[in-house]
C-alpha cells in the first residue's frame, strides 16, 4: 500500500479578494496512486476539443444568433433595454443627439444617448457593446461610475428581454468556445503575452494608482481610519500569518508582482523568497526598488520552477491561470511544495458558474486570458493529492 500527501482546504477572506490557506500534512494511508509524475499530463485535448463539449454550444450560437440578431433590427429603438433600464435601475435614459448639457443634473444617473446604434450594440454584445459604444463617442453619463454601478444590476435580470436576450447568450457562447478552441495561456510565450497587456503599459499609471507598497490586490481595511499604504502593509502580514513563517524558511511567490510583498516577508519574518513573475515591468521595478539580498525576483513562468519550498503564495496570480490549466498549477504547486508545507492563494472570486465569456470587456481590454475562478475550482477531482 502507498502513502500519499494530504492536505486541508481551509477558507482565508482578504478584503475584496477570495484567500486559501492549503497546509500539506504529514502522510497518511491511502489507497494505492500513481504518483504525480506517472500520471498522463492534462491535455488540450481532453479539456477543449470534446465533440460534446463543442458542437452543442455552436449550434447554440448559431440559432440564437439568427433569431436573436434579427429581432434587435426590427427594434432598434432600445424600448426594451430603456424598459429593462426604468425597471431595475435608477438610470435616467435621455436620447439626445446633442449629448450631455455643458451643466449636467445633479439629482440622479443620467444617459444620454447620442446614438440610437447604442441600443443595438448593447443588445447584442453586452458589457463589450456599452464600453465600445462609449469609445466611439455615441453616449456619455452624468456620473460613470454611478451608471456602470446600476448597470451591473441588469446582468441577472437579462432573461426579461426574451427573444431580445438571445444575441447576449450567442456573444458569450462565441466567447466561451473560441477560448476553447484558442486559449493564449497555455504556453509560456501566450502567458507572458496576456500578462504584458495589462502589466506592462505604463509605470506612471500604476505609480499614481497603487500608493507608496506598489501592491494591486484588495487591500485589508480592518479599521475604517486607515491609509492606502496601511491596508496594504495589513494586508500583506495578514498573508505572511496564514502562512506561519518561521525564520529561515524558503518561501516561493508566484506571480510575485512589483516585489513589495516578498520584500517585507524577508525583513520581517527572516525567510527567503524567490517570486516569479512573467511582466518585464514588475521584474525591472522588483529588482531597483527591492535589493534584498533575501529576495529573488526572477522573470519566469511558474511552470519552469524547480526545487522544494517551506511555504509557497500567489497574490493575484489565480485570476490570470484559467481553469483550462487549474489542474497544471495545483499539480506545479504539489511538486514544488514539502509534504509538511503551507500554500496561500488570495484571489478575486466569482460566484456564477459555468463557462467564463473570454469574449467580454474585461478580456478584451483588461485582463487578456483571465478567469475568475468560483470555490468549486477549488474543490475540483484533479484535488484528490490535496485533501484526505
Known amino acids: 500500500m502507498a502513502r500519499r500527501k494530504a492536505a486541508v482546504l481551509l477558507p482565508l477572506c482578504l478584503a475584496a479578494g477570495c484567500g486559501f490557506v ?46 436573436g440578431l434579427e429581432a434587435v433590427r426590427q427594434l432598434n429603438e432600445g424600448s426594451a433595454l430603456k424598459d429593462l433600464i426604468k425597471k431595475y435601475t435608477s438610470i435616467i435614459v435621455v436620447d439626445s443627439p446633442e449629448g450631455m448639457p455643458s451643466t449636467p443634473p445633479t439629482d440622479g444617473v443620467y444617459w444620454y444617448i447620442k446614438d440610437p446604434d447604442v441600443y443595438r450594440r ?15 463617442g ?15 444590476k441588469l446582468e441577472v435580470v437579462k432573461k426579461d428581454l426574451g427573444l431580445l436576450g438571445l444575441p447576449l447568450l450567442s456573444s458569450a457562447i462565441v466567447g466561451s468556445v473560441s477560448w476553447l478552441l484558442f486559449p493564449t495561456n497555455l504556453s509560456a510565450s501566450g502567458a507572458k503575452e ?9 509605470m506612471k499609471l500604476y505609480e499614481q494608482m497603487l500608493g507608496p507598497t506598489m501592491m494591486y490586490s484588495g487591500a485589508y481595511y480592518h479599521t475604517p481610519e486607515m491609509t492606502l499604504e496601511e491596508a496594504q502593509i495589513a494586508k500583506m502580514r495578514l498573508v505572511a500569518d496564514k502562512l506561519d513563517l518561521k525564520p529561515g524558511m524558503k518561501v516561493l511567490e508566484l506571480g510575485c508582482g512589483f516585489g513589495a510583498l516578498a520584500d517585507l516577508m524577508a525583513t520581517e519574518y527572516g525567510v527567503h523568497v524567490t517570486g516569479v513573475t512573467l511582466s518585464e515591468d514588475q521584474h525591472a521595478y522588483a529588482k531597483k526598488h527591492f535589493k534584498n539580498p533575501m529576495v529573488d525576483i526572477r522573470l519566469q513562468d511558474y511552470r519552469s ?49 459555468g463557462q467564463w465569456n473570454h469574449g467580454g470587456w474585461m478580456n478584451t481590454y483588461i485582463f487578456p486570458g483571465a478567469e475568475l475562478p468560483t470555490m468549486s475550482h477549488f474543490t475540483q477531482g484533479f484535488q484528490d493529492s490535496w485533501v484526505d
Not at 139 to 149: H, K
Request: glycine letters at 8%; aromatic letters at 12%.
Open 22 to 67: 492549503v497546509p500539506k500534512l504529514a502522510p497518511t494511508w491511502a489507497p494505492q496512486r500513481a504518483p504525480l509524475r506517472q500520471r498522463a499530463p492534462a491535455t488540450v485535448a481532453r479539456q477543449s476539443f470534446a465533440a460534446g463539449q463543442l458542437l452543442l454550444p455552436f449550434a447554440a450560437s448559431v440559432l440564437t444568433g439568427v433569431l
Open 122 to 136: 448593447v443588445l447584442v454584445q453586452g458589457d463589450l457593446g456599452l464600453g465600445e459604444s462609449y469609445m466611439d
Open 138 to 152: 455615441q453616449w456619455e453619463s452624468n456620473d460613470l461610475e454611478g451608471f456602470v454601478f446600476e448597470m451591473l
Open 194 to 202: 496576456n500578462i504584458a497587456k495589462h502589466y506592462d503599459i505604463s
Open 305 to 353: 520552477m524547480t526545487g522544494q519550498f517551506d511555504r509557497i503564495y500567489s497574490v493575484g496570480i489565480f485570476e490570470h491561470i484559467g481553469r483550462n490549466c487549474y489542474e497544471t498549477y495545483f499539480e506545479k504547486c504539489q511538486e514544488l511544495l514539502k509534504d509538511d508545507g503551507i500554500m496561500v492563494i488570495h484571489t478575486i472570486g466569482f460566484c456564477r458558474s
